[in-house]
């Protein structure tokens, strides 16, 4: 069965960068759709950002646009999320997951049950 593994998580002063990596292993990556999901302390999970298999094709939530990046490395078979400009509300556990859709937006959009695998999610917490 195909595991996802989400690894760069931790804490980081507000204004600060990570890149988060989605991984699995025995099963190429770049035949999923892979999008990012966060659950902040008490709230929904809420879609941060998807990519299609292709990678012609991306999404963003309103509330990282233009300060995270999704990109893949099919070389490592990973999925990374770059995120700079790291704000307070950023801090949440984040998870990867995957499954095929039509688009980038159908996937990020589309409820937590129609993704057919999950990481285990790791943290990232912006403190000053």
């Known amino acids: 069965q195909l595991r996802l593994v989400e690894s760069g998580g931790g804490l980081v002063h507000p204004g600060g960068s990570l890149r988060l990596s989605c991984t699995a292993s025995g099963v190429t990556l770049d035949s999923f759709d892979i999008g990012w999901f966060r659950r902040a302390p008490g709230k929904n999970l809420e879609s941060v950002s998807c990519i299609t298999k292709s990678s012609d094709d991306t999404f963003y939530g309103e509330s990282v646009e233009g300060r995270f990046t999704i990109s893949r490395d099919s070389a490592k078979n990973a999925v990374y999320l770059q995120m700079n400009s790291l704000k307070h509300e950023d801090t949440a556990v984040y998870f990867c997951?995957?499954?095929?859709?039509?688009?980038?937006?159908?996937?990020?959009?589309?409820?937590?049950?129609?993704?057919?695998?999950w990481g285990q999610g790791t943290q990232v917490t912006v403190s000053s």
């Open positions: 997951a995957e499954g095929n859709f039509t688009s980038a937006v159908h996937m990020c959009l589309a409820g937590p049950l129609t993704k057919d695998n």
